[in-house]
T-cell receptor, first 112, second 113 residues
Framework: GENVEQHPSTLSVQEGDSAVIKCTYS??????FPWYKQELGKRPQLIID?????GEKKDQRIAVTLNKTAKHFSLHITETQPEDSAVYFC???????????FGSGTRLQVQP | SQTIHQWPATLVQPVGSPLSLECTVE??????LYWYRQAAGRGLQLLFY??????ISSEVPQNLSASRPQDRQFILSSKKLLLSDSGFYLC????????????FGSGTQLSVL
């Protein structure tokens, strides 16, 4: 089955700096890659997603890049703000499988 | 628009007691439904998913079971809770027609004492 690895497990940046979180996946048939943000005690919220026919997608300060050949995708947050502090999860969805496989999460802390 | 309801928000249960968590989805038909568990400070573990009434797929052998008695209702149960069943339980739904986005309910924080 699919295996998703996520790095780093924790990330601390200064306000205004950029943050990058990386994930790799094992199933070359995976074709959908979402990112979720989870604040303490809350549900994970979908913040951005990308499909395998696209190499990059951007939404204001967040962007996701996908390298199908290398089987890795990354989340980029620019001009970080304290409210970006949360746990971020990547996921992959293999073709023919009904469920997402999640990475282990990255705890991002933005220092004011 | 679609909404997902999950209850209760918090639950404290003694070891050996039964469990029933319920999730309902509004505004869509024939959704794919999921139960995930999240241990404190950990990732999201898929427990069960369902593509239709009465159809349940189990991902991890465990002390829990799931049922889907109606199209938009998904129930997580246990006959006898273990300490290791403590965690944050999340119901989620996804449209079953090639639309990939997964949306989570607000979660149930279960403490087994």
């Amino acid at each position: 089955g699919e295996n998703v690895e996520q790095h780093p497990s924790t990330l601390s940046v200064q306000e205004g700096d950029s943050a990058v979180i990386k994930c790799t996946y094992s199933d070359s048939a995976s074709n959908y890659f979402p990112w979720y943000k989870q604040e303490l005690g809350k549900r994970p919220q979908l913040i951005i997603d990308i499909r395998s026919n696209v190499g990059e997608k951007k939404d204001q300060r967040i962007a996701v890049t996908l390298n199908k050949t290398a089987k890795h995708f990354s989340l980029h947050i620019t001009e970080t703000q304290p409210e970006d502090s949360a746990v971020y999860f990547c996921a992959a969805s293999p073709t023919g499988r009904r469920a997402l496989t999640f990475g282990s999460g990255t705890r991002l802390q933005v220092q004011p | 628009s679609q909404t997902i309801h999950q209850w209760p928000a918090t639950l404290v249960q003694p070891v050996g007691s039964p469990l029933s968590l319920e999730c309902t989805v509004e505004g869509t038909s024939n959704p794919n439904l999921y139960w995930y568990r999240q241990a404190a400070g950990r990732g999201l573990q898929l427990l069960f998913y369902s593509v239709g009434i009465g159809q349940i797929s189990s991902e991890v052998p465990q002390n829990l079971s799931a049922s889907r008695p109606q199209d938009r209702q998904f129930i997580l149960s246990s006959k006898k809770l273990l300490l290791s069943d403590s965690g944050f339980y999340l119901c989620a739904w996804r449209a079953g027609r090639g639309i990939e986005k997964l949306f989570f309910g607000s979660g149930t924080q279960l403490s087994v004492l």
